[in-house]
């Protein structure tokens, strides 16, 4: 099956500074790949997602970029604030099949 | 528009019984659904794919006696955890693809905390 790895655990980052956050997948069938963002006892929210048919999405100050033939794909926020403080998870689908999730990064933004 | 709820949000149960989870999506039709569980500050972990009318599809590693499934409408899946122990206790959330739509995304319910005694 696939296996999703995700890196780093935790990132801490001073306010207005970016953050980036990594992941590889082992599946090169999967061609759908989402990022959530996840409070505390709260559900997911998706905030970006990308095809394999795309190199690079970006959304205001988030962005995804993708390397089908490395197999890894990595989230880009800029100028962060203390709100994006959270857990962010990266997912890998077959075509919005099951999602198998990479282990979650703790962003804090530091004010 | 896309809402998932789930019932109930959090339920405590004695070691030994049996808990049911109800997973529906509010304003579409959902051919497919899935539950994953998620431990203390872990990852969410697939389980099964409720697919409406036949059996779930378990990953591997889960007991399916265990973690009953049923996705008898196009809105309504239940997940059932038997004979529950302490080491069930999770925090379990459900999510479905919308059967009309042409995303790729899954719409996830809010969870539920259960706690196992």
């Known amino acids: 099956g696939e296996n999703v790895e995700q890196h780093p655990s935790t990132l801490s980052v001073q306010e207005g500074d970016s953050a980036v956050i990594k992941c590889t997948y082992s599946?090169?069938?999967?061609?759908?790949f989402p990022w959530y963002k996840q409070e505390l006892g709260k559900r997911p929210q998706l905030i970006i997602d990308?095809?394999?048919?795309?190199g690079e999405k970006k959304d205001q100050r988030i962005a995804v970029t993708l390397n089908k033939t490395a197999k890894h794909f990595s989230l880009h926020i800029t100028e962060t604030q203390p709100e994006d403080s959270a857990v962010y998870f990266c997912?890998?689908?077959?075509?919005?099949?099951?999602?198998?999730f990479g282990t979650g990064t703790s962003l804090t933004v530091i004010p | 528009g896309a809402v998932v709820s789930q019932h109930p949000s959090r339920v405590i149960c004695k070691s030994g019984t049996s808990v049911k989870i109800e997973c529906r999506s509010l304003?579409?039709?959902?051919?497919?659904m899935f539950w994953y569980r998620q431990f203390p500050k872990q990852s969410l972990m697939l389980m099964a794919t409720?697919?409406?009318?036949?059996?779930?599809?378990?990953e591997q590693g889960v007991e399916k006696d265990k973690f009953l499934i049923n996705h008898a409408s196009l809105t309504l899946s239940t997940l059932t955890v038997t004979s529950a122990h302490p080491e069930d206790s999770s925090f379990y959330i459900c999510?479905?693809?919308?059967?009309?739509?042409?995303?790729?995304?899954?719409?996830f319910g809010p969870g539920t905390r259960l706690t196992v005694t």
């Open positions: 999510s479905a693809r919308d059967r009309a739509g042409v995303s790729y995304e899954q719409y």
């Open positions: 599946d090169s069938a999967s061609n759908y």
């Open positions: 990308i095809r394999s048919n795309v």
């Open positions: 997912a890998a689908s077959i075509a919005g099949n099951q999602f198998y």
């Open positions: 304003d579409f039709q959902a051919t497919t």
């Open positions: 409720s697919n409406e009318g036949s059996k779930a599809t378990y």
